[in-house]
């Protein structure tokens, strides 16, 4: 293979804009730290987008924290140089960071950015592969020892399809469903229509659109409002053709009320990238459910993400240098 074709393979960074970052928000320009410990391409990124990298110190403007679990470390950081006004996070979820962004709800400083909407191609890619695997029971054949003689199986062409859930993996799950000729209702926060979807509803009207899905793929952000999203009254409401894909966080379906779904067969399936607990246990009625595809949160590989965050940290740092064009600004008051 040429070095040319080699290139052109892999994710297309997704860049989707953020609001305009307030004045009040706006950070310094200034030199970029990286936290807890550094990384060759994210240094690489750092300079690309005109930044100085440097050490942690009273100069230091931006932190790129490339760590989801230092997270009290990154609390002590911020605390001892307030300097510090804007942080890059690695995740596109960051839920796990919430004791953080309580700190700092109402101080105007620093300003978060995310991952999210950067992983977006090979999570939906992850998302397609699991509905398909869950419609052509292919949970039920892996496990096969001898040759079935009952046929089964669902076409996702045509089907009814409830993605929960509009940011970068929603809107790119889309993109993707579009040559099945699918419907399309995407369930969210606001009424504004969403290009590609046949329909938008509000998140209080997820129990009016499930009874007619055929497939339900979430892949919404995880808060207070959006805990247990997901638990017996909406999996009694689904036809038992219907199968669930969740590629966003554990906690949005309670996973009681999901086992005894399946154990009913209220459902047809579901396929997980993400479990509550996490990592799931070994034992859990989830591995033997003949109706369950469980993948260990791998929807995007560390050699997936590479170059998607690199380049996210390339346009954020050239916007801190320069535009402030900052894309996945997040609300700390929020947690998204």
């Known amino acids: 293979m040429s070095d040319t074709a080699s290139?052109?393979?892999?994710?297309?960074?997704?860049?989707?804009?953020?609001?305009?970052?307030a004045a009040e928000h706006r950070p310094s320009p200034g030199p970029v730290a990286v936290g807890p410990e550094s990384a060759d391409h994210i240094v690489e990124a750092i300079e690309a987008g005109g930044g100085t990298v440097s050490g942690i110190d009273d100069d230091t403007r931006g932190l790129v924290w490339l760590s989801h679990k230092a997270i009290d470390e990154l609390d002590e950081v911020l605390t001892k140089h307030p300097s510090i006004e804007w942080v890059q996070l690695p995740m596109a979820g960051v839920d796990?960071?919430?004791?953080?962004?309580?700190?700092?709800?109402?101080?105007?400083?620093?300003?978060?950015?995310?991952?999210?909407?950067a992983y977006s191609e090979p999570v939906a890619e992850h998302a397609v592969a699991l509905t398909l695997a869950l419609l052509r029971v292919f949970p039920k054949r892996v496990r096969a020892t001898s040759w079935a003689t009952e046929p089964e199986g669902i076409s996702l062409y045509g089907a009814n399809v409830v993605v929960v859930g509009a940011g970068g993996i929603g809107l790119e799950v889309l993109r993707l469903l579009a040559p099945f000729d699918v419907s399309i209702t995407v369930v969210r926060r606001s009424t504004?229509?969403?290009?590609?979807?046949?329909?938008?509803?509000?998140s209080s009207s997820l129990a009016d659109v499930l009874p007619d899905a055929d497939v339900?793929?979430?892949?919404?952000?995880?808060?207070?409002?959006?805990?247990?999203?997901?638990?017996?009254?909406?999996?009694?409401?689904?036809?038992?053709?219907?199968?669930?894909?969740?590629?966003?966080?554990?906690?949005?379906?309670?996973?009681?009320?999901?086992?005894?779904?399946?154990?009913?067969?209220?459902?047809?399936?579901?396929?997980l990238d993400v479990t509550s607990p996490e990592p799931l246990p070994d034992g859990h009625?989830?591995?033997?459910e003949p109706r369950a595809l469980i993948t260990p949160h791998q929807a995007d590989t560390p050699d997936m993400v590479a170059p998607l965050l690199a380049e996210r940290i390339r346009h954020n740092v050239a916007a801190l240098g320069g535009d402030g064009e900052f894309i996945g600004v997040v609300d700390p008051a929020q947690g998204y």
Do not use: C, Q
Request: charged share 20%; hydrophobic share 50%.
């Open 7 to 21: 290139a052109a393979r892999g994710h297309r960074p997704v860049l989707t804009p953020s609001p305009v970052v």
């Open 96 to 117: 796990m960071f919430a004791p953080i962004f309580a700190k700092y709800a109402d101080k105007p400083k620093p300003l978060w950015t995310s991952a999210k909407g």
């Open 192 to 202: 504004e229509p969403v290009p590609g979807a046949a329909r938008t509803v509000a």
């Open 216 to 271: 339900v793929i979430v892949a919404a952000a995880m808060t207070d409002d959006t805990s247990k999203m997901f638990g017996a009254h909406e999996f009694e409401i689904m036809k038992p053709t219907a199968v669930l894909v969740n590629i966003a966080r554990g906690g949005l379906v309670d996973t009681d009320a999901l086992v005894d779904a399946l154990a009913a067969k209220g459902i047809w399936g579901a396929g």
């Open 285 to 288: 009625p989830l591995w033997s």
